[in-house]
């Protein structure tokens, strides 16, 4: 449920779904998200600059000579959007990921918190069906959720000063998939050679919030011949 | 005839902006844009363009450029020490805010840029640069934008289109704010901190850091104790939120800011004073002066009159 909407300073506005981080809030955020998406391409309000779900909030941008912040409340709180059928747009998809200890560089750490064998987590990884809860940070970068509950672990103490681009890595309830080379403090457990962003596309990003990811395993031969595809 | 300017040197943080890139931050695509967005409409209406093309932004000191090909008019502005150098080597010293006409053989030399970080260079008809995703602003940290989302480097060559003009030059009285009062409005954890720390960040001086560039802008001041949690869930991030790390010292966040964050955030700086913000120099001590909503849409009648 939407439970309040407060002003970020004078161009935007951010709609509070409530403290919890679960599927059902996202799916609530992600509701509103694909409402005001759908209001502006269909330029029912004008002035949106930018729409930014996360996992229990939805931050709405907007341009100050264009629209006020009371106008878009009003706007949402006069259209009851839950009840509002948009087409069914999220999708699942299948992502080829490569566990091979060059590139599960947190496989021993993991194994000495989680008191599982490598083999244990990565039947523990692929079985799970992924919610994309939310995309960011840098362009495409996924935060995928949940994991199972006996693979949780926290962040590195020391964050990697680099860590290359496809790397999947975990963290408390989450997965996420590094879309470009950058520093980093989650667990790595596998690299994808799956390119999920590129801007010269006309679908930039693979993923949208609210699809589903499902991992699939392939060897370090076939990663090989996938990247030079 | 093929027209261009060949970059001989290309300033430390020379890029091509726009407006900003829009509707893309759910996908982790951050709008970009020019940093200082009057001074940045001023070059395009010095040449005659409309307000929204593409310029060439330059922070501290900009590119050596040479030019090929048929008589143009341009503009650097901002507040800028550049030269124009003519064929026969004359030196000409440059004027900020002018437009002035530019013929083959030419060298424009932006050496600085004058107690403000951000200058523009625009030419009349644009650049012909490339749209990526219906804007020409560079993301440089993700390769987004024209020149495949780089900076300039030497031996660049930007074309621009064929002009064909008979402009006049064209002048604008400008000066920057040099008021080091930035209005900002209250951010949704402010109440994360405590009342202590909310008065002192609303009244004593914010020194601004070399830490600085598109992305944000670090500042140095009284430490600020966060009360509730060093980090709140990952929430997406607004243009201007100035944001509290475990370390206490605030950070702004600018046109180049990571889409979401897990920070809590103290305040943020209302439109109008932003393009006032991007301009002071690390070094600078600013103060943060809280204001509520009225005053900043008020203040923003008054900032969109300089357009």
Known sequence: ?????????????????????????????????????????????????????????????????????????????????????????TKTVEIPICYDEEFALDIKRLEEKTKLNF????????????????????????FLGDLNKNLYHDRLDTPRIRINKGSVGIVEKF???????????????????????????????ILSPGDTVKFKSISKKEFTLFKNE | MNNYFKVLRPGINSTFQDLGRFGLQHLGIVASGSMDQLSFCNSN???????????????????????????ALVAVS??????LIKKNSEIIKGKSNESFQISNGDKIDILSTINSVYGYFSIFGGFKIEEVKGSVSTLVKAKIGPNNGNKLKIDDKIFFKKSHQTNKSKKIEFDFDKDNTIRVMQGLQV?????????????????VTKLTDRMGMRLEG?????????????????????????????????????????YPKIANVITADYDKLVQKTPGTTIKFKLVNLAVAENAFQDYVRKF
């Not at chain 1, 309040?4 to 679960?22: A, L, M, P, Q, R």
């Not at chain 1, 989650?186 to 930039?204: A, D, M, S, V, Y």
């Not at chain 2, 093309?53 to 501290?60: C, P, S």
């Not at chain 2, 901002?78 to 030269?83: D, I, T």
């Open chain 2, 222 to 262: 009284v430490k600020l104790e966060n009360i509730v949690n060093k980090n709140i869930k990952s929430e997406g991030i607004t243009k201007g939120s100035i944001q509290v790390p475990g370390d206490g010292q605030p950070i702004i966040l600018l046109s180049d800011h990571p889409t979401i964050g897990g």
């Open chain 2, 191 to 207: 109440h994360y901190f405590s009342k202590k720390s909310q008065d002192d960040f609303f009244s004593k001086e914010y020194k």
């Open chain 1, 119 to 142: 083999k244990e987590i990565v039947s523990k990884h692929l079985e799970t069906n992924f919610f994309v809860y939310m995309i960011g940070f840098v362009p495409g970068q996924p």
């Open chain 2, 78 to 83: 901002g507040k800028v020490n550049f030269n």
């Open chain 1, 1 to 89: 449920m939407l439970k309040k909407i407060s002003n970020i300073g004078d161009c935007g506005i951010t709609c509070d779904f409530g403290d919890e981080v679960n599927k059902n809030t996202n799916k609530e955020v992600i509701k509103l998200f694909n409402f005001i998406q759908d209001s502006v391409n269909r330029r029912k309000i004008k002035g949106i600059l930018n729409y930014t779900p996360s996992y229990n909030k939805l931050i709405i941008n907007f341009e100050l000579g264009q629209i006020k912040s009371n106008q878009i409340i009003e706007f949402i709180k006069s259209n009851d959007y839950s009840k509002i059928n948009l087409p069914e747009n």
């Open chain 2, 45 to 71: 209406k010095l040449v005659g363009n409309k307000i929204s093309e593409g310029a060439l932004e330059f922070a501290y000191q900009g590119p050596l450029l040479e030019m090929n090909g048929e008589n």
């Open chain 1, 175 to 205: 997965c996420t998939i590094y879309t470009f080379e950058s520093p980093g403090g989650w667990n790595i457990i596998g690299r994808t050679p799956f390119e999920l962003f590129n801007i010269n596309k006309t679908n930039t990003s």
